[in-house]
């Protein structure tokens, strides 16, 4: 079963199991504060846990929660609620601590989204000279979930992410040197950064094979096919 119809949802309806209720639906936005919407995701996920006493619980929460300087913000509170509830509510659960997630390209306001569409069509945006970020392809997710389930794991909040941790001003040099286009930014400088402890992920991606997938260089050679993919997108659409 699958609850959502929002990317790691699509991404993970050829995962449906009968023996599964996989959450990916809800508050995505860190910037929401509407406490009904919060409620809305609360209720949601109570229903499901209760008429699926026997389901596996799988959540999507945040990596950020790593670090207790995210739980002043409305949505990492209401992400750490959401995983109490499953922990107290759900006989059998897994949580996956999700960092900044990208897949096929678009107009939407998760960061590289946003750096992407903006460096492209050169508007100009804020960069923060402080702000660090872990990173993951949702095909890789997706792998690292499948590959939990037959594991048979359980009862456990783990981290999913890219191990090397970069900066944005890094992201945005490896955006600009795919498209060969200057960016148009100005500076801030703002304490934004925390460390992850990867080393169950790392453990995890070595029993299923994985673990070489991961590197310094991740975002530039997923970016790369990512972007290939998105141009590939627009000229079929142009040609037609």
Known sequence: MIVGNGQIANALEKYDRNDVCILASGVSDSKCTDRM????????ISRYIL?????????FSSCALSSTDYLDVAYYRHKKDIEQLIKRSAQSWLIFRVPQLFGPLKEHPTLINFLFQSIRSLKEF?????????????????????????????????DVANFHRYSVREMVEIIEAQLNVKALFKTVSVDDAYFLDLERF???????GIENRFSKNYLDSSLRARIQQFHDAHTNIYAV
């Open 126 to 158: 804020t960069l923060n000279e402080k702000a660090y970020r872990y990173v993951i392809d949702i095909d890789d997710l997706t792998d690292v979930v499948e590959g939990a389930l037959c594991l048979g794991l359980h009862s456990e909040v783990v």
């Open 202 to 208: 790392s453990e995890i991606c070595k029993e299923l």
């Open 37 to 44: 919407k919060f409620k809305r995701e609360r209720d949601l």
């Open 51 to 59: 008429e699926n006493p026997r389901k596996k619980i799988i959540y």
